[in-house]
Structure formats: C-alpha cells, structure tokens
C-alpha cells in the first residue's frame, strides 16, 4: 500500500513537471547592436505565433518554453532566429544581438507643405479639389428626368440646363467615367497599404516565418486588406498588423493550394 502511494506521488510529480514544461512562461529580453539598446524591433514566436516589438532600451517580454523559434525582424538589421534553450528558461532572460544590415538607406524626412489657401485659413482649404467629370456631376441636378422636366416648365433655375445634360446622355457618360476614375483611385489606394506594409516588414518576414511565397506577397497583403476587420488591425500598430497577417496566413496558404 505504501508502494503504491510512493507509486502514485511520483507519477504525479512527472506529470505536473511536464506539463510545466508545456506551458509558456514570460521572460524578459533585450535588443542590441554591439552594445547599443535597439527600439521598434519585431520578435515573433513563429511556434506560438505571438508577436511583440522592443521598447525603450531594447526591452521586450514574451511568452516562450524551451524549443520556440524566435524571429527577430527589422528593415535596418539583419533578421535573425533565435532558438529558446533550457538557460533562458531557468534565467527568465534573453539577450538578442543584432547585425547592421549593409543596404540600408539613409532616412529622409517627408514634409507635407500647406497650399496657399490653407496659410490664408479660407473655408474648404483643405478639401481636395473636384476633377472634371466631378465637377459637371456636382454642378447638375441628380432629380431622374421627369422631375428635370417638371423643373423646366417651371422655369426653375438650372431646370433647362439639366434637362439638356441629361437627355443628351452626358451625365450617364460622365457618371461611368466616374465610376472608373474611383475604382482606379481605389486601387491605387490598395496598392499604397501594401507598400506601406512592405516598407517596414522584410520580405523574409512573410518568407520564412509566414511560409508565403516570394512572387505571392503582395497578393497575401491584398488578401490580408480585404478582409473586413482589417482596418481594426492595420490601421493600428506594427504589432497588431503582424499579429493579424500572422492569423491569416493559413487561410490564405489553403486557398492558394486548392487553387493549384
């Protein structure tokens, strides 16, 4: 009986040990070149997929057990894995050295400049001006055509004007045209966010840590915008953008497979 007890008691220290193992505990890291604390750096638990960004003096905290794969993402360092050891586990530390990377562009400052009107402070300065096609759409009536008529035989102002812009069918024209000219506007618009997010996270961020083809990345960040809680994630910080692409990279990854 007392060997079963001992039996029993020892089984559940294993157990309780191991399961200890499984389970992520959060230790304290620090970013550096050479000697030098590095700020705004991506690390992400590729096992977990968990991402956070350094702070102030390089420092970060993360969620980690032994055997996680770290990777460590920044536009003016190299990237870097980092696998989690017994050590750091036991020290609740880590320590993460950074290598320059050697094509890195000098940074250039971007100053938005006010247009005379905005300096004048006039009302509606900072509208953008309308185009053209905007322009003969905003300066008609949008009333459908029997109203225009009535309007006409009324002598109200504009009535005659547009009942010639409608009959003659140029607002139809013209709102096709404008159409388009949003759908291309829209479009550009897309193509700016998948700039910007490539601007500050590496290719082999999406590479090697998403598993997403070269040739394929700016299509997942496409995928990644349309879906409809984008703007509450990408819009926001680095990090939350990360985590969010991170989320649905395996949708996108099967979709790309049952395509093939």
Known sequence: MKDSSL????????CIQVSAQQERILVSGQILNDSIPLENIHIINKTSKKAV???????????VKENDELFISSLQFKD?????????????????KLEK????????????TKSTAENLGLPNADKKPLNKIEGNLNAHTKSNL???VLATLLNKRGGINDLIYIVSGKRKKD??????????????????????????????????TLKIPSQNIDDFIMYCISQKTSAAYLNKSELEAI??????????????????
């Open 175 to 208: 709102r096709k045209l404008n159409q388009l000219l949003q759908r291309d506007a829209f479009e550009k618009n897309q193509l700016l966010k998948v700039q910007g997010i490539r601007a500050y996270l590496s290719d082999s961020f999406f590479i090697e």
């Open 243 to 260: 985590e969010f692409m991170i989320l649905h990279s395996e949708g996108y990854l099967k979709e790309l497979k049952d395509e093939k």
């Open 101 to 112: 990377s050697i094509n890195t562009l000098d940074e250039v400052t971007v100053i938005k």
């Open 53 to 63: 960004i350094s702070g102030k003096k390089g420092i970060f905290k993360i969620r």
């Open 7 to 14: 039996l029993f008691v020892s089984i559940l220290f294993m």
């Open 80 to 96: 870097k894995i980092t696998i989690i050891k017994d050590i750091n586990i036991k020290t609740l530390k880590l320590i993460i």
């Open 146 to 148: 029997p109203i225009s």
